[in-house]
């Protein structure tokens, strides 16, 4: 698949490295798996002469060395004597070498030196910290374990925390971009294959392209791709986060399937696995970055208080793939995909509306985007966007179906969240159904 989207975060590569002519720069690029992280960076510099790239595979440092040095020689067209066994030697000949040449050097799967030796960190930073004043170097590194990225750079017990100079966020595709693609390869689309690529892919890049290499560009053939026989899709929940959750992992794929299958407050998680969760969510929220906290708009108090999984994919597959494994042990993926179709639309009303805030957040014309429903439930509204420097505010109801809207009972929704909040009674108010006639 061609390279698609990614503008700002080029633009930005592309400043940082010429900043880096005059001072170091240390940047960290995040993001989920699969997000296209290198894939970014590669092409970002792609006309970079300088560059060195040094991915860090799961061998010991003296083999992971030997590779650096191969790739140092081709790319520089420098010699290095002797044998080399360790990193730190290799980052400070780099940096030495950069007060004389400007170099960039991307550093990916960061978070493995972890496991090929610990005290590179504590190396690194005391290399770091000796030549940085004079070395014109842009290093960027970037990991694929969310989680152990974030205890490297910003736990204040570790020793590169706070040595980064800037940090970009490698988010999924945004709405325009996936249509973008879709439109590609099936320039016929309808609205629904589009919500079914974003259903599940979520815009996340590797899963775009994977879909789209497969021919698979329609709804029906991406449910059919997503759980076929030897699917990668159904092994790649598990694969992409039992690293990242270790031995504990069987109570946190417990967690997500249900907040997944609708089970989305505390009370009822724990009612359901008659454990405390109070732990595990706050890791699921704080440290993972996999749920989030959704609570009404301008609510002030820990109560109505509901969790929902942020990543479309994992939604999709804890759901369906986890939920109903034991479908998959015997073979029976045409029953889950029987399944799957019959429960489509409700499970794909919830995803719409994810779909339209995306496309608000992705316009930058709003200061405020959220939902709001009463204690008791009985009053809920689906979007409510604003912008409070013009003083303007539209609620949104969303159905898959435009003649499902009924603009009344939203009205009478918006007149409960006046008198519950007080808000944007003052502001210009109006009032608009959305559906999948508008994407």
Request: proline share 2%; charged share 30%; net charge neutral.
């Amino acid at each position: 698949m061609k390279f698609f989207g990614r503008k700002d975060e080029i633009e930005e590569l592309h400043d940082i490295r010429r900043l880096s002519m005059q001072t170091a720069r240390f940047t960290i690029v995040t993001g989920r798996r699969r997000s296209g992280k290198t894939s970014l960076l590669l092409k970002a510099y792609e006309n970079v002469e300088d560059l060195l790239y040094l991915f860090v595979a799961r061998k010991s440092e003296a083999e992971l060395c030997k590779d650096f040095v191969a790739e140092i020689t081709e790319k520089l067209q420098v010699p290095i004597l002797g044998e080399v066994t360790r990193f730190a030697d290799i980052f400070k000949y780099l940096l030495q070498l950069s007060k004389t040449r400007p170099l960039t050097i991307l550093i990916d799967e960061f978070q493995d030196f972890k496991r090929v030796n610990p005290s590179i960190f504590s190396d690194m930073q005391k290399i770091w910290d000796l030549h940085k004043q004079e070395a014109r170097v842009n290093l960027v590194v970037c990991g694929s374990v969310y989680s152990l990225m974030n205890i490297i750079f910003k736990n204040n017990k570790q020793p590169l925390y706070g040595r980064q100079t800037g940090e970009i966020k490698v988010a999924p595709f945004p709405p325009s971009v996936i249509k973008e693609i879709l439109g590609t390869y099936n320039p016929s689309y309808t609205s629904e294959d589009l919500l079914a690529l974003y259903s599940y892919t979520g815009g996340v890049a590797e899963y775009v392209e994977m879909m789209m290499d497969a021919g698979a560009t329609t709804k029906e053939l991406m449910t059919e791709k997503f759980v076929a026989k030897n699917s990668y899709f159904i092994y790649e929940g598990k694969n992409m986060l039992i690293e990242e959750f270790g031995k504990d992992y069987a109570r946190y794929f417990e967690v997500l399937q249900l907040i997944a299958s609708g089970c989305t407050t505390r009370s009822d998680l724990e009612g359901i696995m008659k454990v405390e969760l109070s732990g595990y969510l706050s890791k699921l929220e704080n440290d993972y970055c996999l749920i989030s906290r959704y609570v009404p708009m301008f609510q002030k108090s820990n109560r109505n208080i509901r969790y929902q999984i942020e990543d479309n994919f994992l939604r999709i597959w804890f759901r369906y793939i986890y939920k109903y494994g034991y479908m998959l042990e015997v073979g029976a993926n045409k029953k889950l995909k029987v399944l799957m179709d019959r429960d489509y639309t409700t499970y794909t009303g919830r995803v719409l509306e994810r779909y339209f805030k995306a496309v608000m957040v992705e316009s930058e014309e709003y200061t405020h985007i959220s939902s709001w429903w009463d204690r008791k439930g009985e009053n809920e509204i689906d979007i409510i966007a604003a912008d409070e420097l013009e003083q303007k505010v539209t609620f949104y109801e969303v159905k898959r179906q435009a003649k499902d809207v009924n603009i009344g009972i939203l009205k009478d929704k918006a007149e409960h969240f006046f008198q519950a909040t007080g808000k944007f009674k003052k502001y210009e108010v109006a009032y608009q159904g959305l559906s999948m006639e508008d994407m």
